[in-house]
């Protein structure tokens, strides 16, 4: 124990309140004397009941926190009275969270704000901070952006990161204020300075895009690298984007991988995704579809419907994975619940071929239409051919099969283009046509489709 612990336990042992307030400090913190949360809160304690106010705050966040003492709100409030009854700021700011949270009382935004705004009178950041975001989000009170902005500003001004990231974002969004990137970066570039991860992140990207700023690789770089470097996900997903395109650094997918396995181990949907495709694609790694399985798998798990989809795909064709055509259905049908159109078309597919299923014309058709509503040439394509062999002296039937055929030709898929041609040619489901034929099976020979190229020639 130092010269200057050992004055502070004689005074503490005499009754000084002040040293008594000190020395709960050194055992809470373990300076000079050994790390004692129970002494910590027992010195506390004595101090607070001779009315050092900072000992009383510091006793009702020892019972709140059940430091060195159980758990105890009422006990914790009782404390933050004391405290405020000497108009002390930090105890009206935290009396203002016990009724925001319900923490020993009832939770009460309105009397929340009632000490918040104490808090904030008396110059108090946070006290100002919980003022404006209750301004802001009409908690206990009705919106008011322009006492929202008012508070953050003073609290911002003081150096609350939480008000200068908020600032922030009202400028950006031009809420309660004239949109303006260049006072949003101002703030942001506070608070990344403080060592805000999300601050750090949100100003790498402008300085990357220019927005509100000069635009400048180097300095966006560093900041985005600053914040990946200590786990913000955001900000390794960024790194990985920018890897993968060029954009701002050299392409580098070797890179991209680095950046995106840092943010799937943390659980990265998105990541797990990108890692999971460039193993199958072999893409900046050995294609490995044993490990593009196991990523996609951890995606899936979580829910994310593409992922779904590659498990099942990769489940059916036992792909990096032992063949198992129905936990593919399973995974498919997962994926298609959430509207995924490439997994109702690889049901399609499934049911229409009985694979490892009885065939199922019904559920084919119902999956196939689910995903070509929503647009994919395949199953658009799909439908055309079922509509067509269903009736192919029935013009209503040949009619539906060229109205799909057209959506898929429409956004150039060979296949369709090349059927309309024949379509035309013949005059099946639509007037004989020579030239829309000719059309048609051109617009197929350019996409390489080597039928439409021997109908193009006997035209």
Known sequence: MGK??????????????????NLSILHAKGIGVKQDDAKAFSWAKKAA???NVEAQLTLGNMYAQGQG??????EAQKWYLEASRQ????AFFNLGVQYWMGQGVE???????????????????????????????????KKDLKKAHEYLLEAATQGNIESQLRLGQLYTQGEGVEQNHREAFKWWEMAANQGDLMAQHNIGIRLRDGVGVKQDSAKSYNWLVQAAMQGLEASQVSLGRMYRLGKGVPQDDSQALKWWKMAAEQGNIESQCNIGAMYNQGIGVEKDDSQSYAWLKKAADQGNAGAQRGVGILLAHGMGVEQDRRAA??????AADQGDSEAQYN????????????????????????SAKQGLPPAQYALGVIHSNRGPNDPPEQKKSYNWHKKAADQGYAQSQYILGVMYSKGLGVKEDPKQAQFWFSKAADHGDALSSHSQDKA
């Open 347 to 370: 049901l399609g597919i499934m049911y229409a071929n009985g694979l490892d299923t009885d065939p199922d014309e019904e559920k084919a058709y119902e999956y196939f239409t689910a």
């Open 87 to 90: 108009g002390f700021a930090g």
């Open 107 to 141: 939770r009460n935004y309105e009397k929340a704000l009632e000490y918040f705004s104490k808090a904030a009178d008396k110059g108090l950041a946070m006290g100002q901070y919980a003022l404006g975001l209750s301004y802001l989000e009409e908690m206990g009170t």
């Open 4 to 21: 200057n612990s050992r004055e502070i336990v004689k005074s503490a042992m005499k009754g000084s309140k002040d040293a008594q307030f």
């Open 329 to 334: 259905i399973r995974w498919l049908l997962k």
């Open 69 to 74: 003492v159980t758990q105890d709100y009422k």
């Open 49 to 51: 009941k001779q009315g």
